[in-house]
Nanobody, 119 residues
Framework: QVQLVESGGGLVQAGGSLRLSCVASGIFLSINAMGWYRQAPGKQRELVAAISSGGSANYADSVKGRFTIFRANAKTVYLQMNSLKPEDTAVYYC??????????????WGQGTQVTVSS
């Protein structure tokens, strides 16, 4: 199984920056993609950014040019968020797509970290 520890959320003024981190641990064969999703009150959870094991990244249109996702190693992913806007306020969730020790593909969600951007 996988455990995820997220950190880095908080309160920041518009135009500011935050960096989220997500560290995976546990018993599994390997991790494929790692990603960040967010959910604002009254809205559906949406993809913010994801990065494959090979380093290919994709972003939501709303964050392109402002957010950067990168992996420090096979088990750690960061989301650098710059030029934050009030509409970025949400709970941010880390997600990992991994292979179990039974060679089955699965995914797992972190507990979420709150990001609040004040105007």
């Amino acid at each position: 199984q996988v455990q995820l520890v997220e950190s880095g959320g908080g309160l920041v003024q518009a135009g500011g920056s935050l960096r989220l981190s997500c560290v995976a641990s546990g018993i599994f064969l390997s991790i494929n993609a790692m990603g960040w999703y967010r959910q604002a009150p009254g809205k559906q959870r949406e993809l913010v950014a994801a990065i494959s094991s090979g380093g290919s990244a994709n972003y939501a249109d709303s964050v392109k040019g402002r957010f950067t996702i990168f992996r420090a190693n096979a088990k750690t992913v960061y989301l650098q968020m710059n030029s934050l806007k009030p509409e970025d306020t949400a709970v941010y969730y880390c997600n990992v797509d991994f292979w179990t020790i039974a060679a089955a593909r699965s995914d797992y969600w972190g507990q979420g970290t709150q990001v609040t951007v004040s105007s």
